[in-house]
Every structure is written in C-alpha cells, then in structure tokens.
C-alpha cells in the first residue's frame, strides 16, 4: 500500500494541480488580510481564521480534491495501464484506498497551509496569535472532513467515467449546492436528523466549526445574534466524525464496486 501511495503521487509530476491546490491555499488568508488591512481596531485572529476557513475550505477545497481524483481515476484508464496492474496482481480496492490516501493528504496539507499562511498574514497586522492549538487541531480535523464531504461528488465522476467537462459540471452543482445550503436557515438552523442540513456535508461541518468561532469583544450585535441563536444546533466532534465516517465508508465501498466492475 505504501508504494501504491507513493506511486500516486509520482502522477502530479506531470500535472501541476497540486501545485495549484497548494498555491490557492494561500489565496484567502491574504484576500482576508486585506479585506482587514485598513479596518478599524475590534478584529482579530479568530476573525482572520473563520474568514480563511469559510470560502477557502467551504467553497475551494471541495472542487479541488474532486479535480484532483478526476487526475487520480482516470489516469490508468486513458494510459490503459489498469491490465498492467492486473497481473501483479494488485486489487481494485488497494488502488482505490491508495488514491483516496492522496486525497487525503492533499486535504490536510491543504488545510494547514491555510492556518500557516492566516498566521503570518495575522501578524503582518499586528494581532496577538491565540489559540494556536486549537486552531491547528481544526485545521487537521477540516481536512479530513472535507475529505469525507468530497467523497459523495468523487463517486458521481468515477460512476459517470465521462470526460472531464461532465466533471467539471458535476463538482460546480455539489459544490455550489453546498455552499449555498450553508448559508441559508434551511441547512443551518435544523438539528441532526433526516435533513439538509444533515445531509449535506458542508453545512454539517459548518455547524461543527461554527461552535469554536465565539464572537469576541470587537463583533457586531448582529454576529452576538446570529451566534445565540444557532446554540441549540451546533453539532458535537463526536457525532460530526461519526456522520462522516459512515459517509465516507459508504462512498468508499461504492467505488471499489464500481472500480471492480470497470473493464480491463
């Protein structure tokens, strides 16, 4: 398994979309930055982090951890080495977890150049660092729940196995049927249950992470507000990594059987 891995990762030699993932990692926390660079005292870096977070993970990662399995799957099929793999032997699930490893790598490493990369930018501005812990420990545990929310999407592409304009297609619907989800009452304001707002992973992890956003001194009424009143829905690490573990594992079967009935 581990030479699997790392001859998954010897495909991003001729693609630069790791470069890429790695280079949009920074693109938010500098974005934030000067979005607060000639904002009056009251922010700081909680704000800068929950800033980072929201668009960079919520609306970025998720589309590129599926572009990047698109790299992942299909590379085999277009170069017809699957056969290849075949015969020394290696099964379909072993070439499955290896590629799902890499997403996963490249999802907290993702995620903890965003925290790195919103620290320095914190400083340039001159805000004390709290929190520090805390926030990496998030940053970690986002990756790897990010990871999980892009699983559902990465079936679709694998299950279709079209060209990469369909996937394309397909990761701009989840992704933008997320994100918007997570910012309407109907997918944040329900309890765990048979909901949207269970449903659908980002709107999930948004209630999980929202919980360590605690407004500080410098927020406004309208944010002391919004924060009381989605108390009774925060959802617990416990239940949030339960919900997406079952998620992924469900996801992670589909595509073995979907891998083991393709075509040689």
């Known amino acids: 398994m581990h030479n699997l891995i790392l001859c998954e990762f010897q495909k991003f030699k001729r693609r630069p979309l790791f470069?890429?993932?790695?280079?949009?990692?920074?693109?938010?926390?500098?974005?934030t930055t000067l979005l607060y660079w000639n904002t009056p005292g009251g922010q700081d870096y909680d704000n800068l982090f929950s800033g980072v977070v929201d668009p960079g993970n919520f609306l970025?990662?998720?589309?590129?951890?599926?572009?990047?399995?698109?790299?992942?799957?299909?590379?085999?099929?277009?170069?017809?080495?699957?056969?290849?793999?075949?015969?020394?032997?290696?099964?379909?699930?072993?070439l499955v977890?290896?590629?799902?490893?890499?997403?996963?790598?490249?999802?907290v490493a993702y995620s903890l150049v965003g925290f790195l990369a919103?620290?320095?930018?914190?400083?340039?501005?001159?805000?004390?660092?709290?929190?520090?812990?805390?926030?990496?420990?998030l940053s970690v545990l986002l990756g790897f729940?990010?990871?999980?929310?892009?699983?559902?999407?990465?079936?679709?592409?694998?299950?279709?196995n079209k060209s990469?304009?369909?996937?394309?297609?397909?990761?701009?619907f989840y992704?933008?049927?997320?994100?918007?989800?997570?910012?309407?009452d109907v997918g944040?304001?329900?309890?765990?249950?048979?909901?949207?707002?269970?449903?659908?992973?980002i709107p999930l992890i948004a209630k999980w992470f929202l919980q360590f956003d605690k407004p500080g001194s410098g927020e406004s009424a309208a944010y002391y507000e919004f924060y009381e009143s989605m108390l009774p829905y925060f959802v617990s690490t416990p239940v949030c990594l339960g919900i997406l573990g079952i998620l992924a594992a469900i996801c992670i079967v589909l595509m073995i059987r979907i891998y083991n009935r393709r075509e040689l």
Not at 62 to 67: E, S, T
Not at 188 to 201: A, R, S
Request: charged share 5%; hydrophobic share 60%; aromatic share 8%.
């Open 19 to 31: 470069l890429l993932a790695t280079l949009a990692a920074f693109i938010f926390p500098v974005l």
């Open 60 to 94: 970025l990662l998720l589309p590129v951890l599926v572009v990047i399995s698109t790299s992942l799957f299909f590379t085999e099929q277009d170069s017809d080495t699957l056969k290849n793999l075949a015969t020394i032997p290696v099964s379909r699930g072993q």
């Open 97 to 107: 977890m290896a590629k799902i490893s890499v997403m996963a790598v490249v999802a």
């Open 118 to 137: 919103s620290a320095v930018c914190a400083k340039l501005l001159g805000m004390a660092l709290i929190n520090m812990g805390q926030k990496f420990a």
């Open 145 to 160: 729940m990010m990871l999980a929310a892009a699983l559902p999407c990465v079936v679709l592409v694998v299950w279709f």
């Open 164 to 172: 990469n304009l369909i996937s394309i297609v397909i990761t701009l």
């Open 175 to 184: 992704t933008i049927v997320n994100y918007v989800f997570h910012l309407t």
């Open 188 to 201: 944040m304001k329900t309890p765990v249950g048979l909901n949207v707002g269970t449903i659908l992973p």
